[in-house]
């Protein structure tokens, strides 16, 4: 079974800190993406990465970093966490081709107090 | 720009009526895909369908079924004789032509509560 893992399921965080939010997939898949979820907005795009090392910026970037250095994982980097980042964060991944799709992870709810 | 619109925000039945949840959406690309995910309340999204915009036929899967249709820019989807275990927040979600790198597009959600 297809598996994209993220690491916390609930985090707090204090205003200013850097925060690392971890994600794996076990499925060789070259394309990952970062959503934040948010009551009556949907799931809107953060970042999204193509191949190791690559990154695009989605819909909303701003106060957010992103790595991939590896082909399983993409790491999303608030990099001074606000409390206007509180929200549930979902990580996909995405092969490329076939019919199926996004697999997606089961959230971190991140609270920055 | 790709845009998909959910208007129904919340939708309320009682078991075993049908229900329906309306997506439209919006693109300039000639070739996309879309999609519908269940999100139940453990909050993970599971994925229920992709189709093609060449694939017009419609789908049925179960107590699901899908309605496709082009020139209306319209993807509903249809739970028949509905359950409370079908109770969850349903995404519509739409991408380009490009299977590798192609962004996933999703509307607002319809929070759909079946009650017994």
């Known amino acids: 079974d297809v598996k994209v893992t993220q690491s916390s399921r609930y985090l707090v965080k204090r205003t200013g800190e850097k925060v690392f939010l971890e994600c794996v997939q076990d499925?060789?898949?070259?394309?990952m993406f970062w959503y934040r979820q948010d009551p009556g907005l949907g799931l809107r795009l953060i970042y999204f990465?193509?191949?190791?090392?690559?990154?695009e910026k989605g819909d909303i970037p701003e106060g957010y970093s992103v790595s991939r250095e590896k082909k399983e994982r993409f790491s999303l980097i608030l990099e001074s966490a606000s409390t206007n980042q509180t929200s549930m964060y979902l990580c996909?991944?995405?092969?490329?081709?076939?019919?199926?799709?996004?697999?997606f992870g089961s959230g971190t709810r991140l609270t920055v107090v | 720009a790709q845009k998909v619109t959910q208007a129904q925000t919340e939708i309320s039945v009682v078991e075993k009526e049908d229900v329906t949840l309306d997506c439209v959406y919006e693109t300039r690309d000639t070739t996309y895909y879309l999609f519908w995910y269940k999100q139940p309340p453990s909050g993970e999204l599971v994925f229920l369908i992709r189709?093609?915009?060449?694939?017009?036929q419609n789908e049925i899967s179960g107590r699901y079924s899908w309605n496709f249709q082009k020139s209306t820019s319209s993807f509903n989807f249809t739970i028949t004789a509905s359950q409370v275990v079908d109770s969850a927040v349903y995404f519509c979600a739409l991408s380009g032509p490009r299977t590798s790198g192609s962004r996933l597009t999703f509307g607002e959600g319809t929070q759909l509560t079946v009650n017994p």
């Open positions: 996909a991944s995405f092969p490329g081709g076939g019919v199926y799709g996004y697999t």
């Open positions: 499925m060789d898949h070259e394309n």
């Open positions: 990465s193509y191949d190791v090392k690559m990154k």
């Open positions: 189709r093609n915009s060449f694939d017009e």
